[in-house]
């Protein structure tokens, strides 16, 4: 596939319909909410504070939001694959319910979900024409990866280039809806991965966790440690279940 043909696929399918823009401003307004709960004053409530951790949260919402989101619609319409992003309402209500429970100290961002259709024409002349459940979790999988990755560089460039604000609270968010969203409940990402390969998921699953311990733990950025700790992973999976369920 040319280049001139990639983008031509992703300007012609990878936009966002009328309610599917409605929706992802919703998605990210509640993310925003969820995420800011208790950033409205130390002592005492303030509005001018919480307004302000409100409207920082409602962006770096927003930014996840589309980098998961287009990279799974343009990896998808260049697979010949329609991507549609819609409000997961059980997921959005249990967000608001674990908040109000933990007062804004446990946040769930799961309050979104990916839904496939194919593009017909587009998948004509492909080996068994419709899609296959491997194109579904490439697509599942890019989403949290691309939050991840960007996540990923910009902590990197504040740590070691230049300081760059409100970078810890975007990459703690970034991490935390990636790991949220490889949970194996439709319609999260999880799903799709652990559909098309159990071995897959415990990797993928075994490396974002791995991460996440690693900067929580021990203060080590990582990516390699990550992929050794999916390995790992993907290894004692294999040896303890996968192979007894063959």
Do not use: C
């Amino acid at each position: 596939m040319s280049f001139r043909d990639f983008l031509d696929k992703a300007k012609r399918y990878a936009g966002f319909s009328k309610v599917e823009r409605r929706e992802f401003w919703l998605a990210a307004l509640i993310l925003g909410i969820v995420s800011s709960w208790n950033k409205w004053g130390t002592v005492e409530f303030d509005l001018w504070v919480g307004f302000s951790n409100l409207l920082i949260s409602f962006l770096i919402a927003i930014i996840t939001l589309y980098v998961h989101h287009m990279a799974q619609r343009v990896w998808g319409a260049n697979k010949g694959i329609q991507v549609e992003h819609k409000v997961w309402w059980y997921g959005a209500g249990l967000a608001f319910l674990v908040t109000l429970l933990s007062n804004g100290n446990f946040g769930l961002l799961a309050v979104s979900g990916t839904y496939i259709s194919i593009i017909t024409v587009h998948r004509l002349g492909r080996y068994r024409y419709g899609p296959q459940v491997k194109d579904y979790a490439m697509i599942a999988l890019v989403g949290p990866l691309a939050n991840i990755v960007l996540a990923g560089v910009l902590k990197s460039m504040d740590l070691y280039i230049i300081a760059l604000p409100f970078v810890d609270q975007f990459f703690v968010f970034s991490l935390a809806f990636a790991a949220w969203n490889l949970l194996p409940i439709p319609p999260l990402d999880g799903s799709r991965i652990i559909f098309s390969s159990r071995l897959l998921y415990a990797l993928v699953a075994g490396a974002v966790i791995g991460y996440v311990l690693l900067i929580q733990l021990v203060g080590v950025f990582s990516w390699l440690w990550a992929i050794a700790i999916g390995l790992a992973t993907w290894l004692v999976f294999y040896l303890t279940l996968e192979r007894s369920w063959k």
